[in-house]
C-alpha cells in the first residue's frame, strides 16, 4: 500500500468531481480519517499537505493529539458520549455528530466552562436506518432552532452518513435529501449551514456531487482496517 500514491489519486479525484459539478475545489475539505492509523504514517502525511484529521473515538483522539504536532485540525466524526465531550471540546475544531438534546446541553456546558465555543454538526440520520445515529429529517428543524439558541455552541451544518452499497448511485438520494434539507434550513431559520459533512471512501465523489464540502475519506486514503 502507497499511502502517498492514494492520497494524490484522492485528491485528484476529488478536483475532477468538483470542476465536473462547477465548483470550485479549493472550497472542499478532505478530512482524512485516521482510525487506527499509527502516528508514524500520520506525521508522514501531515509533512504533505495533510492537516484535518478525523477520529471516531475519543480516547484515540486524545493519544494522537498528545503526540502529534501542534497545527492539525482535529475532527470528531463518530458517536460522541456525554463522559467524553469536556476531554476533547478545547482539542477538536468541529465536531460531526450531534445527535442528540443531551449531548447538545452537555457540549454546551463544557463549552461555557472552558470559555470557548464549540462548532458542531448536527447529524442527520436521513436514509432511517435503525443501526445508525441521528436526527430524522423531520426532526432537524426544531432540535436546531433549539440548539441554537445554548451557550457555547456555533451550529456550522450537517453531517450525514449514507447506507453502504456497491453502488455510490443509489445514495444519491440520501446526499440530495440532507442538501435540501440544509437550503430550507438557511432559508426558515436563516441558520449558518456553511459545512455539509457528507461522503465517504465508497461515496465521496457522489456526494461532492450533491453539495458535499466536507469529505470523511479513511479507507481510499490509507487501505482497509479492522
Known amino acids: 500500500m502507497n499511502v502517498l500514491d492514494n492520497l494524490n489519486r484522492v485528491r485528484r479525484q476529488i478536483a475532477a468531481t468538483a470542476l465536473r459539478a462547477g465548483r ?19 506525521r508522514e502525511m501531515l509533512t504533505l499537505g495533510l492537516d484535518s484529521l478525523g477520529e471516531n473515538r475519543a480516547q484515540e483522539l486524545l493519544s494522537k493529539y498528545k503526540e502529534l504536532p501542534p497545527g492539525v485540525e482535529w475532527h470528531f466524526i463518530g458517536r460522541l458520549q456525554t463522559n ?37 454538526l448536527v447529524q442527520v440520520n436521513a436514509s432511517g436506518e435503525k443501526t445508525k445515529s441521528g436526527l430524522h429529517l423531520q426532526e432537524v428543524e426544531e432540535f436546531v432552532t433549539e440548539a441554537s439558541r445554548l451557550p457555547g455552541l456555533e451550529i456550522c451544518g450537517l453531517m450525514t452518513i449514507a447506507p453502504w452499497t456497491e453502488n455510490p448511485e443509489d445514495v444519491r438520494p440520501v446526499f440530495r435529501q440532507v442538501r435540501d434539507l440544509s437550503l430550507r434550513l438557511q432559508h426558515n431559520l436563516k441558520a449558518r449551514m456553511d459545512c455539509l459533512s457528507m461522503g465517504m471512501s465508497g461515496d465521496y465523489e ?11 475519506i479513511g479507507t481510499a486514503i490509507f487501505g482497509r482496517r479492522v
Not at 447538545?104 to 463549552?111: D, F, K, Q, T
Open 84 to 120: 467524553k465531550v469536556k476531554k476533547i471540546i478545547d482539542k477538536v475544531s468541529l465536531i460531526h455528530s450531534l445527535d442528540r438534546w443531551s449531548l447538545a446541553l452537555e457540549i454546551s456546558r463544557a463549552a461555557c466552562e472552558k470559555g470557548l465555543t464549540a462548532r458542531v
Open 206 to 216: 457522489v456526494a461532492l456531487e450533491e453539495g458535499a464540502n466536507v469529505l470523511r
Open 24 to 42: 470550485d475545489p479549493a472550497q472542499v475539505k478532505l478530512v482524512a480519517v485516521t482510525k487506527t492509523v499509527p502516528v508514524e504514517i500520520i
